[in-house]
């Protein structure tokens, strides 16, 4: 990408922990599919910081090396009160532009259910030459609570209208279909890249369900150039999805 270019490729990819369905843990498979997309920026989604089942690697920093690109993580337990069997475990954003900061906030849960988080960073974006911070934010819904994809929905609603004209763009695994209501409360704040029919993206060898999106605000900045989930069934339990946003 041209640093002042209006264009960013935004990929995300629930990557299994770098888990193919082979059952084989891969990091350079993974990279070299997200390398394939040439993104400008990557939301990742179930990434193993330090953790015993991964072989103790730090996987954001290796993938951020293996691709090239800047690193922000944020954690997520996978139980409340774990720390996923000595590690980390959360969400990952790669970016080719530089990052200004970053934040992690929990999302709600019930105990007893997952404990989720949503990564923000903000981004030193300058589209046409001029400074235009984007918000970046990278998250990954419960897949077993509704009333806690609802919650989620709602907080990511909050926080896009703390700053409502500000360029920003939320890519994850919602763990919810195009129909289902957690969607149709983030409409009400968001628009859905590809929106108008599903996608599916799970599971990856042979995808039924659409549980993988890119969504973007506010609607009037930006136009859906390309959309479209990768041809990708092998490298993790989802497939990854692709969107080129423009900055109208």
């Not at 193993?48 to 991964?54: G, L, M, N, Q, T």
């Not at 077993?144 to 609603?157: G, I, M, P, Q, Y």
């Amino acid at each position: 990408m041209n640093p002042e270019g209006t264009r960013l490729r935004v990929l995300t990819y629930n990557i299994f922990i770098g888990t193919g369905m082979d059952k084989k843990i891969d990091l350079e498979r993974t990279a070299r599919v997200i390398r394939s997309a040439s993104p400008d920026l990557v939301a990742l989604q179930e990434v193993d910081r330090w953790a015993r089942r991964s072989a103790g690697v730090d996987q954001p920093a290796e993938l951020a090396r293996l691709t090239g690109l800047n690193m922000a993580f944020g954690k997520a337990s996978v139980r409340e009160g774990s720390d996923e069997r000595g590690g980390n475990y959360g969400n990952t954003i790669l970016s080719r532009l530089p990052i200004n900061w970053y934040t992690t906030r929990q999302l709600p849960f019930t105990p007893g259910f997952e404990l989720r988080s949503v990564l923000e960073v903000e981004l030193d974006w300058r589209p046409g030459g001029k400074n235009l911070p984007l918000r970046f934010f990278a998250t990954h819904f419960d897949n077993a609570s509704a009333e806690d994809r609802l919650a989620s929905a709602k907080l990511l609603v909050q926080l896009a209208n703390q700053r409502p004209e500000a360029p920003s763009v939320l890519a994850g695994d919602l763990n919810a279909v195009p129909s289902s209501e957690p969607l149709g409360v983030l409409r009400q704040a968001w628009q859905v890249a590809g929106d108008g029919q599903e996608h599916p993206t799970f599971p990856a060898d042979n995808p039924r369900r659409q549980l993988d999106y890119i969504l973007f605000r506010p609607e009037k900045r930006w136009k859906v150039s390309e959309f479209r989930v990768l041809d990708e069934g092998a490298a993790s339990d989802h497939r990854p999805v692709l969107a080129v946003l423009e900055l109208l």
